[in-house]
């Protein structure tokens, strides 16, 4: 689960990590109100939007040349002014994809004087079990292009979750950062103080681009962008309450309703499977074949026939999607139950576009049977092969 900057900020500054004076605002108003309680001279209207690269961005209503999605202000007219510009309209950056974000909230900030922008990151390392920092000296732009232009920028170090962290890493990290005098310390502080809201929170991702020095010489998180692991969510109502539907696919919402695992994509192909690695090999053989899936989707192990139903209903109610592929291996989920579940929903939502259905494995000959005596116009497939390549050709028809 993603939240905002300021949601973010706000759950760093209870661990006594530094960040600026800011306020949220859903309306001018609200933003002006904002604004005049903070003091001022400098400004920084922030569009709150689930996606990174804001400050280069493009407002799709507004002229090319108007500026992004990060403004300064100098005075309070001009945020007014600036969160004219941004509220109700659709901010498109690198991270957003062509269609964008519609921007809802604000947050407006204190301005900053900026003397350096750093880059620090902290995430699980998979391959090594720890929790790494990332760090580099070239922060404020785009951190992949850093990687791939000069890696030797990027260093990085890891915390032994067993042993905890340890102050000799913050210290790592400042020279790392050719960090001087008083920054070290207050670098040790940080660090110590962002790994240890990594951790009480069940972070997967913290990202700030980025922590800058200030002109006088002291350690600001400017940006911050936070993934929560979804599997330790039930321990973090606090963070379950930060949640902003709007910033999420509805049709993930709805998913996850039913408790299924789907994940919208771009494709054209909607695809109902069972178990995730079923899944994914599906998606892969419908690309190998030449055609995209519009989601992945793992209907569980123990599918009930409503819950098929709803997976079909949200599979139907994209419109990218101009076809169908239903391959289901019926171990513990049985073949007919699929069936009935697909027969229901097709009966429900009506059926616009080609369906491949491919039954294995407990109960298949019912299942097929009441496919086939459905007079349904459903296409039958024998095997996974079969199945995608049926699906593809229907699809470019
Ligand atoms: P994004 O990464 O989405 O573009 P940032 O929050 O990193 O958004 O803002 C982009 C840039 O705007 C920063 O790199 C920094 O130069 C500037 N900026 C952001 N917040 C402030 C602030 N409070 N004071 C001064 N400058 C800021
Ligand atoms: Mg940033």
Known sequence: ??????????????????????????????????????????????SQIHAGGRGKGKFKELPADAKGGVRL????????AHAKDMLGNTLVTLQTGASG???????????????????????VDRATGKVAFVVSTEGGMDIEAVAHDTPE???????????????YVGRNVAYALKLEGAQIKQCVKLVGDLYRAFVEKDMSLLEINPLIVTK?????????????????LF?????????DETEED???????????????????????VNGAGLAMATLDIIQLYGESPANFLDVGGGASEEKVTAAFKIITADPQVKGILVNIFGGIMKCDIIARGVLAAVKAVGLQVPLVVRLEGTNVELGKQIIRESGLNVIAADDLDDAAQKIVAAVKG
Do not use: W
């Open 1 to 46: 689960m993603n939240i905002h900057e300021y949601q973010a900020k706000a759950v760093l500054k209870d661990y006594g990590v530094p960040v600026s004076a800011g306020v949220p605002a859903f309306t001018v108003d609200e933003a002006v109100a904002g604004a005049k309680a903070l003091p001022g001279p400098l400004y920084v209207v922030k």
């Open 73 to 80: 202000a100098k005075s309070v007219e001009e945020v007014a």
């Open 101 to 123: 974000k519609v921007v809802n909230r604000l947050y407006i900030e204190d301005g900053s004087d900026i003397a350096r922008e750093l880059y620090l990151s902290i995430l």
């Open 153 to 167: 920028k990027i260093h990085t170090f890891r915390v032994d979750p067993a042993a905890g962290y340890q102050p």
């Open 216 to 232: 006088d010489g002291n350690l600001r998180v400017l940006d911050a962008k936070v993934n929560f692991d979804s599997n330790a």
């Open 235 to 243: 321990r973090h109502p606090e963070i379950v309450a930060l949640r």
């Open 250 to 272: 509805p049709k993930e919402i709805e998913a996850s309703k039913y408790d299924l695992s789907y994940i919208a994509l771009d494709g054209t192909i909607g695809c109902m």
